[in-house]
């Protein structure tokens, strides 16, 4: 990653060592000379004469750097600008105003102060307190900054474009489609920011600073968090008590290809200058996304600061720990930057319509759709997603997404159950010669563990099971296939944004935990009954025990704290599995299964056990 470094310096040129002092010197010496003779040769020989005092456009003015005289003598810049600050007539408002931009989605009010943007409020989300979503998470603006301000590698320029007062080309209130411009002249400084709407979530902002006639390359910035960080307000409130900074992202897309880095890997104040098609800082459900306007010259800074926050939200006294926000700023190497921002949600349908600039300078190059993050198994898991969204559009309404979730478990569990009798048929079968097993294991246990004559063991245990048919890949295959499928689903819920706010019966958001923890002690209840009815004949009785009691309690514990929409897909899925089994218990291999395992319990402690074994 390279250091952040400020293309607007200019390296000094020779002179500037000690090693120079003599010809200074005399320089300075020859120049006095030259002035004597002249002042001598004006007092002397020249007439004296009255002239007039200079006016305001004939006063000389000092040379900027890069500057060239034309032929009637008039100071130029190298780009065609008048160089001079006093040669640009000053542009600032008196006071301070407002301008108010709304579309069918988005409000947006600008301050006129750095021109930038005080709200971002998203017309059809709500926050938890149940007012409208403003994207710009108030306690991180008021220390870091608000959306479009200017980001410089010169802090006392950045202040000074994000303090001055520009001129609104509108104040008040103002309908998309439209054109918001801003304009500030002074103290050497030319700035025009505009930004355009349509009927989307996307800005397009153009924006140009020249000091001196000289064009500054500064950044566009969204300099800190964003939509449901709600734990940095005063009240350290948060959706569910869970940290949404926590999964907060750096994504990015170079030449097609994407990539994404979690908040405590991003260093911040780093100059990165690459071919992005697009850059985004996104948390859990909404995303503030920079497209170039020519990906070619793209110029970014990743932003990374952090607030000190209770480490349990519900508990301000609790240990503080540091909470990590992002920030980008995006430009334009060449100094006029030209982008478009999109600052809204991560909803499929919506960010696949998004696309960033291609070869042709249109907008139909990659889409933002990959900032949806479905994990490591999104090819699995994004097929899962648009089935439960098909299920959702059948049902139809608002309160339609838990119902969604309880039939489409249950067809996923319907589907894998030809697995699930696969793996009893195996088990059964391993059941049959376990006495076998054990012999052969008693053969060989005065050996130590390490010893050579062990391998025998294992020989024999594979020549018994080829003997009988077993393979011990069947067994476990099933559950590799489901797996993943879990896994995905596991994504899914945890990921789509349609599940934020969606309520079921008593359950007013399925991405936050269950309020009155129904579910979680569901989960524990179906999980034990479902263990305790299932036969584990020749299990390890430490190992019955944490299957019996801790696995429910760990899962349980864990639903405690995750979204609701998860506990009712593993509620749901228990629920199956223990109607399940009591079918299974009254068929024939679980009768067989039951009766060896009550057999051999009865061996081990004289007919009395004294184990958890399974019922039918």
Not at 43 to 69: C, I, L, R
Not at 98 to 114: D, M, P
Not at 283 to 308: C, K, M, N, Q, S
Request: hydrophobic fraction near 40%.
């Amino acid at each position: 990653m390279a250091e952040i470094r400020n293309p607007n310096l200019q390296t000094q040129g020779p002179g500037g060592g000690g090693g120079g002092g003599g010809d200074m010197r005399s320089t300075m010496g020859f120049g006095l000379l030259l002035l004597v003779v002249l002042l001598g040769y004006q007092y002397f020989f020249k007439p004296k004469t009255a002239e007039p005092a200079p006016t305001a456009e004939t006063q000389s003015q000092p040379q900027q750097p890069g500057a060239q005289t034309n032929a009637s003598g008039q100071s130029t810049t190298t780009s065609g600008s008048a160089a001079t600050p006093s040669a640009v007539p000053a542009i600032a408002a008196a006071a301070e105003t407002e301008t108010t931009v709304e579309n069918e989605k988005v409000r947006i009010v600008f301050t006129n102060r750095g021109a930038q943007v005080k709200h971002w409020i998203l017309k059809d989300y709500k926050d938890a307190a149940g007012k409208t979503l403003d994207m710009v998470q108030a306690q991180a603006a008021a220390r870091f900054g608000l959306p479009l301000s200017f980001f410089t590698y010169d802090s006392a320029l950045t202040e000074q474009l994000n303090q001055a007062l520009y001129q609104p080309s509108a104040t008040g209130f103002v309908l998309a489609p439209t054109s918001l411009t801003f304009r500030y002249a002074g103290n050497g400084l030319e700035v025009v920011k505009t930004v355009s709407f349509d009927s989307s979530y996307v800005v397009s902002v153009e924006t140009e600073v020249k000091r001196n006639g000289v064009p500054v390359r500064a950044l566009v910035q969204w300099p800190a968090g964003l939509g449901d960080m709600e734990e940095f307000g005063s009240t350290h409130s948060a959706l569910g008590g869970i940290r949404a900074s926590a999964a907060s992202q750096f994504a990015w897309s170079t030449d097609g290809k994407q990539d994404l880095q979690a908040a405590s890997k991003v260093s911040g104040n780093e100059t990165h200058d690459q071919p992005y098609d697009y850059v985004a800082i996104t948390d859990l459900y909404f995303a503030a996304a920079f497209l170039p306007g020519d990906p070619d010259r793209a110029t970014l800074v990743t932003l990374h600061h952090a607030i000190e926050l209770p480490s349990d939200l519900s508990d301000p006294n609790s240990q503080k720990k540091p909470a990590d926000l992002l920030g980008l700023a995006v430009g334009d190497t060449s100094g006029l930057t030209r982008l478009r921002l999109y600052a809204g949600p991560k909803q499929m349908d919506v960010l696949k319509t998004i696309h960033a600039t291609g070869a042709d300078g249109a907008a139909n190059g990659q889409s933002l759709e990959p900032l949806i993050h479905y994990g490591w198994l999104g090819i699995v898991a994004k097929p899962l997603y648009l089935a439960l969204r098909f299920l959702h559009g059948l049902l139809g309404g608002p309160y339609t997404w838990g119902w969604s979730i309880i039939i489409f478990t249950s067809i996923f569990s319907l589907i894998m159950m030809p697995t699930r009798f696969i793996m009893m048929k195996s088990s059964l079968k391993m059941m049959r010669i376990q006495p076998k097993v054990d012999a052969i294991k008693n053969r060989y246990a005065h050996l130590k563990i390490n010893d050579p004559k062990k391998a025998e063991m294992n020989a024999e245990i594979m020549a018994l099971h080829q003997s009988e048919g077993i393979n011990m890949v069947g067994g476990c295959l099933p559950m590799l296939v489901q797996m993943p499928l879990f896994i995905a689903y596991f994504e899914v819920l945890s990921n789509v944004i349609e599940l934020r706010q969606a309520h079921w019966f008593w359950l007013t958001d399925l991405s936050s935990p269950d309020p009155v923890h129904i579910l979680p002690i569901l989960i524990i209840l179906s999980m034990f009954l479902t263990q305790y009815i299932s036969p584990a004949p020749g299990m390890d009785p430490a190992q019955r025990r944490l299957m019996a009691f801790m696995m429910p309690i760990f899962f349980g514990f864990m639903l405690w704290h995750y979204a609701s929409g998860l506990a009712l897909y593993w509620g749901t899925s228990n629920i199956i599995n223990l109607a399940l089994q009591l079918f299974i218990n009254q068929s024939t291999i679980g009768k067989e299964m039951h009766a060896i395992a009550a057999k051999r319990a009865a061996k081990k402690v004289g007919g009395k056990p004294n184990t958890l074994q399974g019922r039918r």
